[in-house]
């Protein structure tokens, strides 16, 4: 008796913790948390939500828009930063509060990517492999999906793992997977791997007019491989750092000279981590925003407001912004002139 007692107490405790939890947390449902759909001009994408005073960074949605992962980087000192993946999920017709997904929150874990027909999360990771015929310290883990829920992690394998460090994962609509890979002058080149009867090809590196620089990466395929956005450091005509840039795939397999995609894009800051829909309709992408004038206080600030300054979106730290697909369009037309 006294144990079915223990139990039930065990599961209220839970429950009101769980509850407690949800207080101060928005009820959020339909599609991508409820945000209002950007339009042609990119917004923070769930301000307070996923955008917070956290560094944000390569959010992706399950195909059926009823699961959100993203990763964090925070400090554990002053000059170590650690990864680590969030998600969210529907349950009961109710958006969860970010928590650190069950397979992440030990090791530096970033970049995850569903497979378009959501059988699959794709993550990169420092976790050790226990290979030692893999040298590289960043690899592809790959998670099944069983059930409601995942199978435990697995490294993705040959012949994408390897001596090479590897990151950034995206995926085609026909599986073909885009990532970065270190080069021997320890640079990054964007390389595909084409999916094959449910194999992984040999990597081909992708030609100059997309590897243009030394550093290249992280670069987002869009669901039928029609372009590419890759973030790129190094070039002349940058806005003063890492920006995006995008490039137009033909049916022949040729890619066009990688175009700067502008101010609406691009600031004098770190720009990566670009994620499409899978049903190619929103871009979402890190940054850290556009200069803002700083125009004073008009009464003393409290404590309270500064902690609430530092918690909130579009101040010191990246956020996830989205727009709407359509502007490609736009690019694709001033590219063709």
Not at 170 to 179: E, P, R, T, V
């Amino acid at each position: 008796m006294k144990k079915l007692i223990y139990i039930i107490y065990a599961i209220l405790v839970t429950a009101t913790s769980i509850i407690a939890q949800q207080k101060d947390f928005p009820q959020l449902t339909g599609p991508y948390l409820g945000q209002k759909p950007p339009g042609m001009t990119p917004e923070v994408f769930a301000p307070g939500i996923v955008s917070t005073g956290l560094q944000e960074i390569k959010p992706t949605f399950s195909p059926d828009g009823k699961e959100l992962y993203y990763s964090v980087s925070y400090a554990v000192t002053p000059t170590k930063y650690k990864y680590a993946v969030i998600k969210m999920e529907i349950i009961n017709n109710i958006w969860s509060k970010p928590e650190v997904a069950s397979f992440s929150g030990i090791y530096d874990d970033t970049s995850p990517c569903f497979h378009p027909d959501g059988t699959q999360l794709i993550f990169e990771s420092n976790r050790p492999l226990g290979d030692t015929s893999n040298t590289a310290k960043e690899n592809f883990w790959v998670l099944h999906r069983v059930g409601d829920g995942w199978s435990k992690p697995r490294p993705l394998g040959k012949p994408i793992n390897g001596e090479k460090n590897v990151y950034g994962p995206s995926l085609a609509l026909n599986g073909n997977l885009y990532f970065t890979k270190k080069t021997d002058d320890e640079g990054d080149a964007i390389f595909r791997s084409k999916y094959i009867v449910g194999q992984y090809q040999m990597p081909e590196k992708l030609p100059e007019n997309v590897n243009s620089v030394k550093h290249q990466f992280d670069a987002c395929i869009a669901p039928d491989e029609s372009y590419l956005i890759v973030p790129v450091y190094g070039r002349e005509d940058s806005k003063g750092s890492t920006d995006y840039y995008i490039t137009f795939r033909d049916e022949h397999d040729n890619w066009s000279p990688l175009k700067n995609m502008g101010d609406l894009f691009n600031t004098k800051k770190v720009e990566s981590g670009p994620y499409i829909t899978t049903d190619g309709k929103y871009i979402f992408f890190q940054s850290y925003g556009f200069d803002r004038e700083y125009k004073g206080f008009e009464k003393p600030i409290t404590y309270s407001e500064i902690t609430k300054l530092l918690n909130s979106p579009m101040h010191s730290s990246s956020d996830i912004y989205w727009v709407d697909a359509k502007i490609i369009e736009e690019l694709k037309q001033k590219e063709l002139k």
